[in-house]
């Protein structure tokens, strides 16, 4: 009797492993899902007043962050260590990679005022697009990268410090916390995926 009913937890873990093992394969379809590309064909608007589509970026890997140009604190400091970012790529940032500041405040953020921020913090670079829109288009873009605003009652907005390294081929290479990591992280990231060839 106990012979019989080991035989049937012993079939009843075959059957559960089994059962894991399928829903093991779902779960890596659904990383390789999420592997896809995070640019979406949303048209923005660049400091300039250019219309960008950010899947028109693909062929050169890129550095993305999100601010607003009100912000008080955490955008100046993430708009400075891209800056760095900048300054330490040299000729490579336009020729080979791009940096992506995307506003979250497109209510407020229009190409006037990007272009002005761009200038007041010495990120007026070629190859660095300070991108604004419609809010639905923003949200659009954001929904791509797997993130949303947060707009409070008063109009403030929330602050994204998410930080990505998208390959060439519009893929999520690294994200990062704007906050706490370094300029040359993020360099030295960007020249590994460019010697992968992550520029077409």
Same mark, same amino acid.
């Given at each position: 009797?106990s $012979?019989?009913?080991?035989? /049937?937890?012993?079939?009843?873990?075959?059957?559960?492993t089994s059962l894991l #093992?399928?829903a093991g394969?779902? /779960?890596?379809s659904?990383?390789?899902?999420?592997a896809?590309s995070?640019? $979406?064909?949303?048209?923005?608007?660049d400091?300039?007043? +250019?219309n960008v589509?950010?899947t028109s970026?693909?062929?050169?890997?890129? @550095?993305v962050?999100?601010i607003y140009t009100?912000?008080?604190?955490?955008?100046? &400091?993430?708009t400075?260590k891209? #800056?760095?970012?900048?300054? /330490?790529l040299g +000729?490579?940032?336009g020729?080979k990679v791009?940096?992506?500041?995307?506003?979250v405040d497109?209510e407020? *953020?229009?190409?006037?005022?990007?272009?002005?921020?761009? /200038?007041?913090?010495? #990120?007026d670079?070629?190859?660095?697009?300070?991108?604004?829109?419609?809010p639905g288009?923003?949200?659009? #873009?954001?929904g791509?990268f797997?993130?949303?605003?947060? @707009?409070?009652p008063?109009?403030?907005v929330g602050?994204?410090? *998410? &930080?990505?390294?998208?390959g060439?081929?519009?893929r999520?290479?690294q994200?990062?916390?704007g906050?706490?990591v370094?300029a040359q992280?993020?360099?030295?990231d960007?020249?590994k995926?460019? +010697?992968?060839?992550?520029a $077409?």
């Open positions: 009797m $012979t019989h009913l080991n035989l /049937r937890n012993l079939a009843v873990i075959v059957v559960m #093992a399928v394969c779902h /779960r890596d659904a990383g390789s899902a999420a896809e995070v640019l $979406t064909d949303t048209k923005l608007v400091q300039n007043g +250019n589509v950010l970026l693909k062929g050169k890997p890129m @550095v962050d999100f009100s912000c008080p604190g955490p955008c100046l &400091m993430e400075a891209l #800056a760095n970012v900048a300054l /330490r +000729n490579d940032l020729s791009t940096i992506v500041s995307i506003s497109p407020h *953020d229009g190409p006037k005022q990007l272009l002005n921020y761009s /200038r007041q913090q010495g #990120a670079e070629k190859g660095w697009y300070f991108l604004t829109g419609g288009d923003i949200d659009r #873009a954001l791509g797997k993130l949303s605003r947060q @707009v409070e008063d109009g403030s602050h994204l410090v *998410d &930080m990505m390294l998208i060439a081929d519009g999520l290479i994200e990062y916390n906050e706490v370094k992280d993020i360099v030295n960007v020249k995926t460019l +010697n992968k060839g992550g $077409t």
